[in-house]
């Protein structure tokens, strides 16, 4: 198999500021369920292009965009050959695009029904008292039975680190670097979080979600994949988020239990998490509401479609600019479906129930606009519609309402080549053995009150650094880019470090995600 030099710009780096370190709590009220692992992916993927590549000069197949000039630099070319050797390819890993396959993973689906199983005993709710000074309009929602938001640990409780302090190289500085009068909105799903060993405060999953989310400079980010009933869980990631930054500044609100949906199965039911940097960001209350979230789908009472996993919004405002936004996230209907529904001729390899959800993401557009005075919305989530189906989020459905696909028909990075390497710069989800797979992660926005940069205006932005800057992380190369310290990060479990086989990707998409994150930004 052939393997491509992974190339990256270099940009400024951007600085911290240090607050006094604070750390944060999510609290929840319901029983534990088990939980079915959707993962989904595919085998058939034979080369990998992410975000910062360029095409190998001798391959007169492929041509990169020549509107963008390209800092080549290869990542430890060595270190991918000796992985190679150890995860050799098969023919089925040319399979084009047509025919991929969804990918189960029973494995990972019985180890995470096993890890709920065993945090369902430990179900009180923990209340820890609340310092946050945090003055924005919502603070009533902290008494609100139904909030699951954050709430602050004593800041001398004694706790050893998370993590040790981040690393930043030229590379990660130009994947994530942000202009300073921008606002970065974010999702990433993190596969099959809380209630296990793989949400312990101290381990390896932690420290890199939180990393991640800090070095990509995120304001606003949804987690989705939360395990149903879990979602305290996420305060572990917010305590290390803080004391990374040495702040108090990330706080968060996790969707209530009771907004899930009462016809899904337990193994279908999930929550989603919402974080945001109070540095930078304030709450701000939807009208006619005493609190600055909601769901949206749970039942046929504000939608046409009920969706599996209700989706999740929130309403902020900016503190600087003082610019009002709804972020909705959402992990919709599971691919694996399709042959137990009606598959809907217009979209091939879709079940019905995927389709319908994503098309009603242009009604949750219009349900959020009612509830917030017409603010500009922005969507990140896994809709699990695939890469040859991304036209469904350029229909008259979302134009016609003004909501505008962040990277559109896909035509700036496409390249000429085979089917599934066409696509690669836009596919989110990780393959089962190598590369990534699908586009199922998708940013959706609507323009009200804010300028919200797409593709195509971002390389033509003002500022070259940012031209350059992807819409995704690239966590396949994460222990070779600099996103991540691989002895750091597998020392944080020793049963973890004595069974590592060196298949850097397997473990990253085992350990920490099956899917990258993504993220958009506007001006503030």
């Not at 009612?370 to 008259?396: H, V, Y």
């Amino acid at each position: 198999m052939k393997k491509k030099n992974f190339k990256w710009w270099i940009v400024l780096p951007f600085t911290v500021t240090a607050l006094p370190l604070v750390a944060a709590a999510c609290n929840q009220n319901s029983s534990n369920e088990k939980k079915e692992n959707d993962s989904r992916a595919d085998d058939g993927k034979k080369t990998i292009t992410t975000p910062g590549n360029s095409i190998k000069d001798n391959d007169p197949t492929k041509t990169p965009k020549k509107d963008l000039p390209i800092i080549d630099r290869d990542i430890e070319k060595n270190s991918e050959n000796k992985e190679n050797q150890k995860s050799p390819t098969t023919d089925e890993d040319n399979e084009n695009l047509g025919s991929k396959k969804e990918d189960s993973d029973d494995k990972n689906s019985d180890e995470s029904d096993e890890n709920n199983n065993s945090s369902e005993e430990n179900n009180d709710e923990e209340t820890i008292p609340n310092d946050d000074n945090n003055n924005d309009s919502s603070k009533d929602e902290n008494n609100n039975s139904n909030n699951e938001s954050i709430k602050r640990e004593d800041q001398n409780s004694g706790s050893k680190p998370l993590i040790e302090k981040p690393k930043f190289n030229s590379q990660i500085e130009e994947m994530f670097y942000k202009p300073e009068n921008l606002i970065r909105v974010g999702h990433w799903n993190i596969l099959n979080y809380g209630g296990g060993e793989l949400s312990d405060k101290n381990g390896p999953k932690v420290a890199a979600i939180s990393e991640l989310i800090y070095k990509s400079q995120q304001d606003v980010i949804g987690l989705t994949e939360i395990n149903y009933n879990q979602g305290k869980d996420v305060k572990n990631i917010v305590d290390a988020l803080n004391e990374l930054s040495n702040s108090s500044s990330y706080d968060c609100i996790v969707q209530p239990v009771d907004d899930a949906n009462k016809t899904s199965s337990k193994a279908t039911k999930e929550q989603i998490a919402i974080i945001y940097n109070t540095n930078k960001i304030k709450k701000k209350n939807f009208k006619n509401y005493n609190k600055n979230y909601q769901s949206y789908g749970n039942d046929k009472t504000n939608s046409g479609v009920s969706f599996k996993r209700p989706l999740f919004a929130a309403f902020f405002e900016t503190i600087k600019g003082n610019k009002p936004f709804v972020s909705i996230f959402g992990h919709l209907d599971s691919p694996g479906k399709a042959s137990e529904e009606a598959s809907q001729n217009e979209y091939k390899s879709q079940g019905a129930q995927e389709v319908k959800e994503a098309l009603d993401i242009a009604n949750a557009f219009k349900y959020y606009e009612q509830l917030s005075d017409n603010a500009s919305i922005i969507f990140g989530g896994d809709t699990n519609i695939k890469t040859k189906n991304n036209r469904l989020f350029n229909t008259d459905e979302f134009t016609s309402k003004g909501i505008k696909n962040y990277y559109g028909s896909m035509s700036n990075f496409k390249v000429k080549g085979k089917p599934t390497e066409q696509y690669e710069f836009y596919e989110t989800s990780l393959g089962r053995n190598k590369g990534y797979s699908e586009a199922y992660d998708k940013l959706l926005f609507k323009e009200h009150n804010l300028n919200i940069i797409d593709e195509n205006e971002k390389i033509k932005y003002n500022d070259e650094r940012y031209q350059k800057v992807s819409f995704k992380a690239d966590i396949i190369n994460g222990f070779k880019n600099g996103i991540w310290d691989k002895k750091h990060i597998l020392n944080l479990n020793p049963k973890f470090a004595k069974d590592f086989n060196g298949n850097e990707f397997s473990f990253i998409r085992s350990k920490i995600s099956d899917h990258t994150m993504v993220y958009i930004d506007f001006e503030d």
